[in-house]
């Protein structure tokens, strides 16, 4: 079982950056497929980023452009720069991850392991 911790939230004012760390705190492979997603209050969580093993990445069109997904050399620890943040990408943001090493997309019933998500507040 893998285990996700996400870090790097906090809050900050429209137009800001942050930048969400994700380490496994468990053995995790170089070959997974990971992603961050994202559920504000009353909200369906969104997808906004996904990489797979060969640092091919996806965009949700709300981030596309400001914000950036990536791995670390070993490819185990992921990241998400974020840009030009505005109120509307308030929210907990969550890391996941999957065994499927080529999948690369945005659907959450596909990822297998989750952190327990990190608070960004853009005012």
């Known amino acids: 079982h893998v285990q996700l911790v996400e870090s790097g939230g906090g809050s900050v004012q429209a137009g800001g950056s942050l930048t969400l760390s994700c380490a496994p705190s468990t053995y995790t492979r170089s070959s997974y497929h990971m992603a961050w997603f994202r559920q504000a209050p009353g909200r369906e969580r969104e997808g906004i980023a996904s990489i797979d093993s060969n640092d091919y990445t996806v965009y949700a069109n709300s981030v596309k452009g400001r914000f950036t997904i990536s791995k670390d050399s070993a490819k185990t620890s992921l990241y998400l720069q974020m840009n030009s943040l505005k109120p509307e990408d308030t929210a907990m943001y969550y890391c996941?991850?999957?065994?499927?090493?080529?999948?690369?997309?945005?659907?959450?019933?596909?990822?297998?392991?989750w952190g327990q998500g990190t608070q960004v507040t853009v005012s």
């Open positions: 996941a991850a999957d065994r499927c090493t080529f999948c690369l997309h945005l659907r959450s019933e596909a990822f297998e392991f």
